[in-house]
């Protein structure tokens, strides 16, 4: 009788892991990575947030991370090299939670990579976090949702797999930085203006990845040397669009990106003496043969 | 000696063996050089050999096989990776090849921007050659325009990309396109369904009324293929269409699915090219970063205008994104 007793967690835990392993056979799957962590108290680890499509093919998803702030305190957090494309709600942590959306422009199946017959799961961001107190702990997800890329935006059925944390009474390390001097991608800023929003106004739209350590913030200059911190969309100062603009992309490492609107009216205006100038020789051109048939005839 | 053997190895390609994905498309790398991480050899003798096996090996261009210090041991299962070191600075680049439509541009984009765009030749097939991708992942789109303007499928591909390494996706097969002449048909009355694909394709048209019903065409020497559909044989209500295509060697994925009422009333539907069905909001002819920051703004905002909630359902939210998510052009 005590052996059955003794047998009966195991069969428990079997039990959970088929039908964690059904659940994730048929449905996209949101998991961290590590999948569990034992760190002692101060010290620091980078989580990362993963998606397994399972299968399905997902263009859009938001969620929540639930921090257990009583245990852990969340750091930075970097998008770099996530397979969001567009983010709607970049992921940031505000009151105990870290709240994310974003899209992945034609969808994603999985990550191929080469010599790797099986597609794999991708990430969506990573953040830090540091043991504040000994205890157990877990990282859970909620509100989570993951659409199919079918024109219609259909739910898929999602599975959130927690992360345990068990946080000791010794001296934790802390995570060392990795080298990174690539600068965010190249990216294609552009000037819009909608009848809709901002009153009629121009404004930028603008947004770029870093496969590094993410995406830090955008500066624009509209004024020669004059940067200000800015978000997309962002409405322009110089509505007659006679300024050249400037945005530059800045990554968590301090690295820049900076891509440059000529214009508008300097292009034209560049346009315009073109085709003066090319009138110009044009009829110089007109003269000088009127000139030469005129001189052979006399 | 030394010069030989250093000309032999500048001239050695490392040709591996190709993946072939779920739908027919090819995967496969070419390596340029000879490093620790694809020489074969366990240099570094911990029993694994070679990226992506060996820890110790960042890409295969990296010149260390040494497995990194662990940065922290408090981390449990999973997770970790990076380290490596050294390596050789080789070109990285990313090749499409594969079938769209006689004549049509084809366009390429990646992470949500347009790259390149090309034109597919008489039989159908394009290449597309990037260079210079920075290393990591990167998802990319590919789509193409026929003759009468109307808009393939986008097939993505999301690519862990490696330094030094040129990763070619061939056998693309892209999905015919398709167009009905209306979008309400009264009973009886024949709708009319064209498209492109390959010339010479069999063309399989999928009709979902209660029965599914498929009909068999072939598209001619210039790709173009058309139906003349009699709705007597569907029922009054809603009804959607779609395609696929094959050839000898391969089959497409299946097309843009195209809805129609079967009902008292003829309605032709607006025009044939259909460069943007939904999702460009300032008309220009393009679904990209402008349509995505006009609804990015009404996000969360009261009564947005009809033309931004794509789904009518009086808010802006994940479903419109996902919408135009799908309709993406770059």
Redesign the interface.
Known sequence: MNKIKLLVPYVILAVCLMMAAVSRASAATFYF????????TG????V?VFLDPAGEHI????GEVLIPNNFVSVGAISDG???I??W?QKPAYKDGKIIF?G???????????????KR?A??LFSFRVRADKAGDAFLVMRNV?A???????TPTEVSLLPLPFEILEYK??Q??E?ADT?PP?P??P?V???K???GGKY?L???T?D?GHGISHYEISETKDVWVTAD??YVLKDQSLQSTIRIKAVDYAGNERTETITSKYSFAEEKGRFELLALLFLGALLVYVFRYIYMRRS | MKIFNAIVITLIFVFYPATILADGTTLSVTILGDTQCIDGIDNDSDGLVDYPNDSGCSSFSDDDETDPVSPSPTVGTGGGGGGGGGGIITPTSVIFKGLAYPDSDVTLFQDAKVVATTKAGDAAKFEISLSGVSTGTHTFGVWAEDKQGIHSIVRTFTIAVSSGVTTVVSDIFLPPTIWADKTEVRHGDPLIFIGYSVPSADVALLINSEEELVKKIVADDAGLWVYKFDTLEVEYGNHTAHTRANTEIDISNFSKTVNFIVGTENVAALKLSLKAEKGDMNNDERVDISDFSIMAFWYGRQSPPVTIDLNDDGAVTLTDFSILAFYWTG
């Open positions: 990575s590590p999948v569990e962590a034992r760190i002692g010290g620091e680890v980078d990362s263009n859009a998803v938001e090299d996530s397979i494309g567009m709607i959306s899209i992945i422009p034609g969808g994603f199946d999985g990550t191929y990579e080469p010599l790797q017959p794999k991708g990430k949702q659409l199919r890329n079918d024109g219609f935006g934790g390390a995570v060392e990795d690539v991608e990216f294609m552009k819009v203006r909608d809709d929003i901002f404004f739209a603008f947004q990845q496969k997309s969309p």
